[in-house]
């Protein structure tokens, strides 16, 4: 039986940008759904509505009443996709975080930019690696292509706080950290520190944590290595 994989990508991403992991992925035999989340669909007039509610239900619709799902999300997808585990657990039997981490009860992404208009535009290069988003592995093509297809992420996803349940259901799904932009070890100690709110959730969850060293946009500079990746650890534990 195919493994059901949904690929939820980060802001200013649609389900282009999983293109060739998702190829890779059904060639090993998987059921592949990449999301273009609400709110991120360059041609709904509505877009810059959306919510995180939105984005989660619509994680939640992209797996079959009755059936489950690996849940695979990227950097600012982290956001929607934890809180579509909290809202119906059951549709999800492993949750793989890349470059990104479940987040906690209150968190917004950044909560600064509610004042500065209805949607976040892509920064350019050097503002996106001064708030530790790595380019490593990029070329001209990959830069140049995700610059042409960006599309401004709504400001009510990236400042809305994250509004999570008291249920603790969504703690035991099993979860894997893939780590690009930093090392598992210093995962690891910002999870332990709890100085960094990011990953303070991770205290509360029996994470593993894989390293596969690169930038932030793993999808684009290491795809066959990510795909890899996704398919062994979703396949692990698939039901």
Not at 59 to 81: K, N, Q, R, Y
């Amino acid at each position: 039986m195919a493994t059901r994989i949904v690929l939820v990508p980060g802001f200013w991403l649609g389900a282009w940008a999983w293109d060739e992991v998702a190829a890779d992925l059904r060639e090993r035999g998987n059921e592949v759904r990449a999301l273009t989340l609400p709110g991120l669909d360059p041609a709904d007039p509505e877009r810059l509505s959306a919510t995180l509610e939105t984005q989660a239900q619509a994680i939640i619709d992209a797996v079959p009443a009755e059936e489950t799902a690996v849940l695979v999300s990227h950097s600012g997808g982290a956001a929607p996709a934890y809180l579509a585990t909290d809202r119906a657990p059951d549709r999800f039997h492993r949750a793989i975080y890349v470059d990104s981490a479940p987040l906690p009860a209150g968190f917004a992404i950044n909560p600064a930019l509610a004042e500065l208009g209805p949607e976040w535009l892509l920064p350019d290069w050097p503002q996106l690696e001064e708030t530790g988003n790595s380019l490593e592995g990029l070329d001209e093509a990959a830069l140049n292509r995700f610059r042409e297809r960006a599309v401004g992420e709504p400001t009510t996803i990236a400042a809305g706080p994250l509004e999570l349940s008291d249920s603790p259901a969504r703690l035991s799904i099993p979860t894997t950290i893939i780590c690009n932009s930093i090392t598992a070890e210093l995962a690891k100690k910002f999870r332990d520190s709890g100085e960094v709110p990011d990953f303070t959730e991770l205290t509360r969850i029996d994470a593993d944590y894989i390293d596969l060293p690169t930038g932030h946009w793993p999808m684009w500079s290491k795809p066959k290595e990510l795909a890899d990746l996704i398919h062994t650890v979703a396949n692990r534990t698939a039901q």
